[in-house]
């Protein structure tokens, strides 16, 4: 024969599940790692016009560098007057910093070896006083 559970045991034991499922919760996003995109973000964030400004510069005069992947190589070939001009080249991997690449070059074409995932690639220079700055996203399979 089955027998009845009061009501009082019923929440009981409910609030008993939710309270347990609520602590495996904490434990496991404690164990999690969480890495910073930058550690000084804060200085970063004040110079964000500078920017969105050289953004702008590579938009307005069409100086826009071209990205293709071979043999999961990254090829990056910048616009043909920037030749000699120092460039800057941040590959940051989403979700893992220990493949974070951070490159200066005066070289036209820049070939960067890159393994499985989703990177964000940054790249900056100046040409005559003036700033150019692009983002492109890209996987990699």
Do not use: C
């Not at 609030?15 to 164990?31: D, P």
């Not at 016009?49 to 910048?78: P, R, V, W, Y």
């Not at 200066?104 to 040409?127: D, F, H, M, P, R």
């Amino acid at each position: 024969m089955m027998k009845k559970i009061h009501w009082g045991w019923g929440i009981a034991i409910l609030y008993a599940g939710f309270t347990s499922m609520i602590l495996t919760l904490v434990y496991l996003s404690s164990r999690e790692k969480v890495e910073l995109v930058t550690t000084d973000y804060y200085q970063k964030e004040m110079a964000y016009q500078g920017i969105i400004d050289a953004n702008k510069n590579s938009n307005t005069d069409e100086m826009h560098a071209h990205l293709e992947i071979i043999n999961h190589q990254l090829s990056i070939q910048f616009p043909f007057s920037t030749e000699g001009v120092e460039k800057m080249i941040y590959v940051y991997h989403i979700s893992e910093s220990a493949k974070d690449q951070n490159i200066i070059t005066s070289e036209n074409q820049v070939l960067i070896a890159l393994s499985k995932g989703k990177y964000s690639i940054q790249l900056s220079w100046q040409l005559n006083g003036k700033n150019y700055f692009e983002e492109k996203t890209i996987h990699i399979q």
